[in-house]
Every structure is written in C-alpha cells, then in structure tokens.
C-alpha cells in the first residue's frame, strides 16, 4: 500500500490541525495504521495507532487527550486530528500502514510509509 500524508501547516499554540493519510490499493481495510513523529534532532516516535475496524486507538501519552485518530476505509484514508497543539508537538509527522490486524506501537511492524508532512507549533 502507497501512502499521502497531508494536513501539516503552521499552527499558534492551542490551535488545531487535522493531518489525513490517503492510501492507494483495495486493501486498506485489513491494515493497522500508525502515526509517528519526528522533531529536529530527535529519533521518530509512536504517536497513535488504530485498528483495521476503526474500533480500536492507541496513544502515546503527550498526545493523550489532546489527539484523535479515526479511518474511513471507504475512502481508504485515516486522520489525526490534533487540538490544543503545543510547541513541542513540532515534528514531521509520518503515517504508516502495518499488514496485521492487531495495532502496534513498533516502528519495526509496520510495512509502508508515507511521505512526511511538517506541522510547526509556535508559541
């Protein structure tokens, strides 16, 4: 599966941004969907992880409360809707696609990656 992220822009602090990941092939819907982060100079890191069903979310926790992750496998793409975002919510932000039913926080389980897209946070 291919994979788009998009969304990312330049935010005030305690603003909000919605970041859509649309997936080409007709087998989106069995795969588990990942979003991960990177800041300058800091290794990528497990933000939210969701189900192939929807059904089922992780989150890390400086984004507990704060982020939603949500798919729609009818149109083959999967969200993350950020509020009150903070400046050090600032990273490039990657979705990612995981050939397996159950969600995984490892970087290492998932199969497909997106291209990046950049959120900025300013204070």
């Known amino acids: 599966v291919q994979l788009q992220a998009s969304g990312g822009g330049l935010v005030q602090a305690g603003g909000s941004l919605r970041l859509s990941c649309a997936a080409s092939?007709?087998?989106?819907?069995?795969?588990?969907m990942g979003w991960f982060r990177q800041a300058p100079g800091k290794e990528r890191e497990f933000v939210a992880a969701?189900?192939?069903?929807?059904?089922?979310?992780s989150y890390a926790d400086p984004v507990k409360g704060r982020f939603t992750t949500s798919r729609d496998n009818a149109k083959n793409t999967v969200y993350l809707q950020m509020n009150n975002l903070k400046p050090e919510d600032t990273a490039v932000y990657y979705c990612?696609?995981?050939?397996?039913?159950?969600?995984?926080?490892?970087?290492?389980?998932?199969?497909?990656w997106g291209r990046g897209t950049l959120v900025t946070v300013s204070s």
């Open positions: 990612a696609a995981a050939d397996r039913w159950q969600i995984t926080r490892n970087q290492r389980q998932y199969d497909s």
């Open positions: 092939g007709r087998t989106f819907s069995r795969y588990a």
């Open positions: 969701i189900a192939w069903s929807g059904s089922i979310t």
